[in-house]
């Protein structure tokens, strides 16, 4: 693993041809605030489904600003834009809220039988037994003969 110093930003090669850059930027109080880029894997269309299926389903809420027409005609044309680093964006956030982990089988798994195991825990309804001849009774015998 070999590392370079360029004014501030930092090159490390990971492993053949795939580099984690980190840079500081200097923010307006003297501070700095640390970047990291991830390496992407797939092309741009397959990157960008999850958060497209996310958007039609209703669970992305973007705050109403003067960019959003910018950003929407972006996401909704991005094949045929020049430009369309907000896909990338926005497919990058929404991977790094959902990161791949591994044994995700098997988390489902024992989250599915833990699951099972709380429906199980509830018991079931009591049945009434009425009282034979009482109103409820014959109305009870009516509804299972019909």
């Not at 089988?105 to 099972?116: T, V």
Request: charged share 30%; with cysteine; aromatic share 8%.
């Amino acid at each position: 693993m070999t590392a370079h110093d360029f004014e501030g930003t930092r090159v490390d090669e990971i492993s053949d041809n795939i580099f984690r850059i980190s840079t500081s930027v200097p923010s307006i109080v003297g501070g700095g605030i640390t970047f990291n880029q991830a390496p992407e894997s797939g092309d741009k269309l397959t990157r960008f489904g999850p958060f497209s299926s996310q958007c039609r389903a209703g669970n992305v809420k973007i705050p109403r600003r003067a960019w959003n027409e910018e950003l929407f005609h972006v996401l909704e044309g991005f094949r045929d834009l020049a430009h369309d680093d907000e896909v990338d964006a926005c497919s990058g956030a929404l991977e790094m809220l959902n990161p791949r982990m591994k044994g995700w089988a098997y988390y489902e798994l024992m989250r599915q039988q833990a699951q099972e195991l709380k429906r199980q825990g509830e018991p079931e309804p009591r049945k009434i037994h009425w009282a034979p001849g009482s109103v409820e009774w014959q109305a009870e015998q009516e509804s299972k003969k019909a």
